[in-house]
Antibody, heavy 115, light 107 residues
Framework: QVQLVESGGGLVKPGGSLKLSCAAS????????MNWIRQAPGKGLEWVSY????????NYADSVKGRFTISRDDARNFLYLEMNNLTAEDTAVYYC????????WGQGARVTVSS | DIQMTQSPATLSASVGARVTITCRAS??????LAWYQQKPGKAPKPLIYKASSLESGVPLRFSGSGSGTEFTLTISSLQPDDFATYYCQQSYSFLWTFGQGTKVEIK
């Protein structure tokens, strides 16, 4: 069955960097566009970024543009989110997700930005 | 970006009540609409995909309807396990957008 497992979350100081990973299995990863979504404490869901199959196209929410970079390794079935110049507003649980008619989400990786 | 407007923000209801949540898209999204249930500290759980298709294992008291710009999630008989926050989400655009959420509380 489809599995998405995020890792790499943790505590980071303002201005710091972190790289999240998402291990995918149970589907043709290379054929699917992949997304990162986040949820700040007590807030709703916010789309962060997507990358199309083959890595041909990527896009970002205005709130992270220029600071976050999405990438993928189709040979290893991994999705990544490199986050730089982090601020307290980036504190959230980050989910990787995809769609194949149905929606598939991971369980999330918690990122806390605090001094 | 496609805006998703969800209502109400909060809903108080009793066990056994019929509950309806509405989601409106700022432009037609066909049937590319999903519904999620989320409980505190947990990841969103998909309930409905393609507007009206029930995810495997989801109780039959949940149903989704609509197309274009107007969508509804209905719980036919609210159960204690259903008290949670519900979100709609469009995937018509690569830039996914979500409703603001509806918190279903015990009356």
């Amino acid at each position: 069955q489809v599995q998405l497992v995020e890792s790499g979350g943790g505590l980071v100081k303002p201005g710091g960097s972190l790289k999240l990973s998402c291990a995918a299995s149970g589907f043709s990863f290379g054929d699917h566009y992949m997304n990162w979504i986040r949820q700040a404490p007590g807030k709703g869901l916010e789309w962060v970024s997507y990358i199309r199959s083959g890595g041909t196209t990527e896009n970002y929410a205005d709130s992270v543009k220029g600071r976050f970079t999405i990438s993928r390794d189709d040979a290893r079935n991994f999705l990544y989110l490199e986050m730089n110049n982090l601020t307290a507003e980036d504190t959230a649980v980050y989910y990787c997700a995809t769609i194949s008619e149905k929606m598939y989400w991971g369980q999330g990786a918690r990122v806390t930005v605090s001094s | 970006d496609i805006q998703m407007t969800q209502s109400p923000a909060t809903l108080s209801a009793s066990v056994g009540a019929r509950v309806t949540i509405t989601c409106r898209a700022s432009q037609s999204i066909g049937d590319w609409l999903a519904w999620y249930q989320q409980k505190p500290g947990k990841a969103p759980k998909p309930l409905i995909y393609k507007a009206s298709s029930l995810e495997s294992g989801v109780p039959l008291r949940f149903s989704g309807s609509g197309s274009g710009t107007e969508f509804t999630l209905t719980i036919s008989s609210l159960q204690p396990d259903d008290f949670a926050t519900y979100y709609c989400q469009q995937s018509y655009s690569f830039l996914w957008t979500f409703g603001q959420g509806t918190k279903v509380e015990i009356k």
